[in-house]
């Protein structure tokens, strides 16, 4: 079966750097897209950044451009989210999703505080 599990959450100070990663089985992954999701507290889960299967485009929310960069490695079926100058308001829990799909991790925990 198709499982997802993710990895990499934390606590982390404004300005400072997470790597998340998404570790995929079950299914064909270099056929699939890949998304990153977060969802904050008492907010929509919202799409932050995505990426077609061979990796070759990505697509970011205005609310992370700049700062976030999603990658993937299909030798290692898995998916990266590298967050840099984190701010407050990144604060969610983040979770892959397999791009369109009913597939999604069971998430992880970031934290930005001082």
């Known amino acids: 079966q198709v499982q997802l599990v993710e990895s990499g959450g934390g606590l982390v100070q404004p300005g400072g750097s997470l790597r998340l990663s998404c570790a995929a089985s079950?299914?064909?992954?270099?056929?699939?897209?890949m998304s990153w999701y977060r969802q904050a507290p008492g907010k929509e889960r919202e799409l932050i950044a995505s990426?077609?299967?061979?990796?070759?485009?990505?697509n970011y929310a205005d609310s992370v451009k700049g700062r976030f960069t999603i990658s993937r490695d299909n030798a290692k079926n898995t998916v990266h989210l590298q967050m840099n100058s984190l701010k407050p308001e990144d604060t969610a829990v983040y979770y892959c999703r397999v791009s369109s799909t009913r597939y999604w991790g069971q998430g992880t925990q970031v934290t930005v505080s001082s």
């Open positions: 990426i077609t299967s061979a990796g070759g485009s990505t």
């Open positions: 079950g299914f064909t992954f270099s056929n699939y897209a």
